[in-house]
Every structure is written in structure tokens, then in C-alpha cells.
């Protein structure tokens, strides 16, 4: 069975970091398009960044190039979010996915078929 499990989420103040992390079980994440998303309170869940299945390849969303770093360790079986310079507007659950189907760059919540349970970062100002 396939397990994503987010840890690392916590309140930091404006400016500060977090690292998040996935740690997948039942399958490995080498050859997985993987991803983070968040949520905030009252809007949709939006994509955060990605990695594709190669690890060759990432994608951001506009507002966190820059300060945010998608990486994946295959020995550990863990996919990580490094975020710095972090803004009250980052507040969310985040949430790590993963697609087992295919191979690839996905950015679209409709392309994992696996979640995890999501971490809360909050920021303050």
C-alpha cells in the first residue's frame, strides 16, 4: 500500500524557512513525477512546485520561484520542499503527491493518484 507522509510544517515568522518532507512507502519515488500543493483557508488548492520523474526537471509556481527548492533523495525514499524568505501569504496545509502511472513533469492536482495527509506552515508578520 502506498504511503505519503508530510512532516516538517510549523509557524515561522515572516522571513524564516522550513523544510518540508515526504516520505513515501509502498513504492519508490525513483521513475515518480512528484509534487507539492497547498491549500489556504477559504480557496483551492493550488500547485506549489514539481519534479519530474527523472528528477531532471522542476517547476514552480510564479510567486515562490526563487525562494522555494523542490529535491527528491532516492536512497531515503523522500521528497523535500525547502522553503526561505517565507510570507504570511505562504500560509497553507501543504500537501506532497505522487503519480505511479506514468512518467513526466505534472503540475495539475488530476495527474497523482497519491496524497498525503498535509503539514500546516504558517506564517507570521
Known amino acids: 500500500q502506498v504511503q505519503l507522509v508530510e512532516s516538517g510544517g510549523g509557524l515561522v515568522q515572516a522571513g524564516g524557512s522550513l523544510r518540508l518532507s515526504c516520505a513515501a512507502s509502498?513504492?519508490?519515488?525513483?521513475?515518480?513525477?512528484m509534487g507539492w500543493f497547498r491549500q489556504a483557508p477559504g480557496k483551492e488548492r493550488e500547485f506549489v512546485a514539481a519534479?519530474?520523474?527523472?528528477?531532471?526537471?522542476?517547476h514552480y509556481l510564479d510567486s515562490v520561484k526563487g525562494r522555494f527548492t523542490i529535491s527528491r533523495d532516492v536512497a531515503k525514499n523522500t521528497v523535500y520542499l525547502q522553503m526561505n524568505s517565507l510570507k504570511p501569504e505562504d500560509t497553507a496545509v501543504y500537501y506532497c503527491?505522487?503519480?505511479?502511472?506514468?512518467?513526466?513533469?505534472?503540475?495539475?492536482?488530476?495527474?497523482?493518484?497519491?496524497w498525503g495527509q498535509g503539514t500546516q506552515v504558517t506564517v507570521s508578520s
Open positions: 509502498g513504492i519508490t519515488v525513483y521513475n515518480c513525477p
Open positions: 503527491a505522487l503519480d505511479s502511472r506514468a512518467s513526466g513533469l505534472y503540475l495539475r492536482e488530476d495527474e497523482y493518484d497519491y
Open positions: 519534479v519530474s520523474s527523472s528528477g531532471g526537471d522542476t
